[in-house]
C-alpha cells in the first residue's frame, strides 16, 4: 500500500472532466509526503520536497515514472529528526530548500541532483529556533533574490544570490 501520492491532472475538451494519474509513493516512514509539485526549467521533470524529511522526490512528467521515489530520494542533508521544509526551483533549475528545524538554507542542483556546498544560515537572532518556511524567488539582474519568512519570529528575510558565486 501507499500512504502518499501524487496526482496530475490533465486537461482535455470537456474542463470538468480532466484526465487524472495517480503517481503513488512506496511506504517509508522517514521520507514523509510530498509537498507541492516544483516543475524543472525545461519541464520534464517535478520535483517535491518531503513535508517532514531532508530529501527531494522526482517525478519524471513525460514518462510518468518516479525516478527517486520514498525508497531511494535525493537526501539533501542528514538527520534523523523530522524537520519541515518548503522549496523552491530558480530558472537556473537550482532547488532552494528551507529547514525549518535548523533555520538554513540549502541548494540542490537538479541538472544533477546534488546538494552544493553549505547550507546558507537564516537565522536572524542566534541561538532562537526561528523556522524559515517558504521560499520565494526573484531573477534580478546579476542574480536572484530570495525570500523567506520566519514562523516563530514573524519577520521576512533576503537572501541575494550573485551569478558570480561558486
Request: glycine letters at 8%; hydrophobic letters at 40%; one cysteine or more.
Amino acid at each position: 500500500g501507499s500512504n502518499a501520492s501524487v496526482l496530475i491532472l490533465t486537461e482535455r475538451d470537456d474542463a470538468l472532466a480532466p484526465e487524472r494519474v495517480h503517481y503513488p509513493l512506496p511506504r517509508n516512514g522517514m521520507a514523509g509526503l510530498p509537498g507541492r509539485a516544483l516543475p524543472s526549467p525545461d519541464g520534464r521533470h517535478l520535483y517535491f520536497a518531503s513535508a517532514s524529511a531532508p530529501v527531494l522526490f522526482k517525478l519524471d512528467a513525460l514518462d510518468g515514472r518516479w525516478v527517486r521515489d520514498a525508497d531511494d530520494p535525493i537526501r539533501v542533508y542528514e538527520t534523523s529528526d523530522p524537520a519541515l521544509h518548503r522549496a523552491a526551483i530558480d530558472a537556473d533549475g537550482i532547488l532552494w530548500l528551507t529547514a525549518f528545524n535548523t533555520d538554513r538554507l540549502y541548494a540542490v542542483d537538479t541538472r544533477c541532483d546534488a546538494t552544493l556546498g553549505e547550507p546558507i544560515e537564516l537565522g536572524l537572532a542566534p541561538g532562537r529556533l526561528e523556522g524559515p518556511l517558504p521560499v520565494v524567488i526573484r531573477e534580478v539582474e546579476g542574480g536572484r533574490e530570495l525570500y523567506f519568512a520566519t514562523s516563530l519570529s514573524e519577520v521576512l528575510g533576503r537572501v541575494l544570490i550573485d551569478d558570480e558565486t561558486p
